[in-house]
């Protein structure tokens, strides 16, 4: 039997007329997300009104709302976009170590390049409701793997994993923090270096080796941003 031309294109044009739809559709809720982005990075969420939004984003009223219920909804987006950004770096820089304590230094270094190279978004996140999300996040599951592999091999002397994760949580916040502004470049990689090295004898690392670690991926992870300007 010969089937017609018509009816052999028929499920093709479909499929492509449902691609152009599904590619518009995504890219104008990544309008949204960039355009309340921008917005809270100079404010916060509260300040900021969905008719700002739309109007950053440059679409209609209505159609926010085929994207996000609410505001808290964009936000939360918003914050799952940064994170997995910074989550991807992570891997990719340091899926390749052998060494728990090397990964948990690069991965440290990584989050304050990422910091430096894009600005808006750690604005965001620190003019924001972010927050440490449990341990099961999918998106912190490397920090959590490598500090579970330290514990487990011996190399970090710590009583649980939530404890390694809330010292480096909590001096990436404190790096992002003091960074943010920083115009001197030698005190950014300086910075970052004092504080790798307290986060690794803070998982039980001996100072002078924590402090060789510290500067080598201050060095080769910090550096690039300032050669690469």
């Given amino acids: 039997m010969t089937v017609s031309p018509i009816t052999a294109n028929a499920v093709p044009a ?3 007329e449902a691609k152009v739809r599904g590619g518009r559709r995504d ?20 300040a900021v009104s969905i008719d700002e939004i739309v109007a950053e984003a440059n679409v209609a009223k209505g159609t926010f709302y085929n994207h996000f219920v609410d505001k ?6 918003i914050v799952d976009s940064v994170r997995h950004q910074v989550h991807s770096r992570v891997v990719a820089e340091t899926k390749a170590l052998p060494d728990p304590a090397r990964k948990v230094a690069r991965a440290f270094c990584v989050g304050l390049r990422y910091q430096l190279d894009h600005k808006e978004q750690v604005l965001f996140l620190m003019h924001s409701r972010f927050s440490i ?6 998106v912190d599951v490397g920090i959590v793997s490598y500090i579970a592999e330290g514990i487990a091999s011996a190399r970090f002397r710590l009583a ?3 404890g390694g994760v809330l010292l480096v949580h909590g001096l ?3 790096a992002y923090a003091y960074s943010i502004d920083e115009a001197d470049a030698f005190g950014i990689v300086a910075r970052g270096q004092q504080l790798a090295a307290i986060m690794l004898r803070g998982l039980g690392l001996p100072t002078e080796e924590a402090e060789m670690i510290a ?7 910090l550096r ?6």
């Fill in 224 to 229: 690039r941003h300032f050669a690469a300007g």
């Fill in 72 to 77: 808290d909804e964009l936000f939360n987006a």
């Fill in 14 to 16: 479909i499929d492509q």
């Fill in 160 to 162: 649980t994993t939530e």
């Fill in 133 to 138: 999300r449990p341990l099961n996040d999918p």
């Fill in 27 to 46: 890219r104008t809720r990544q309008a949204l997300i960039d355009a309340g982005l921008h917005l809270i990075a100079r404010t916060s969420l509260s």
């Fill in 172 to 174: 990436s916040g404190a």
């Fill in 215 to 221: 500067a080598q991926e201050a060095d080769l992870i």
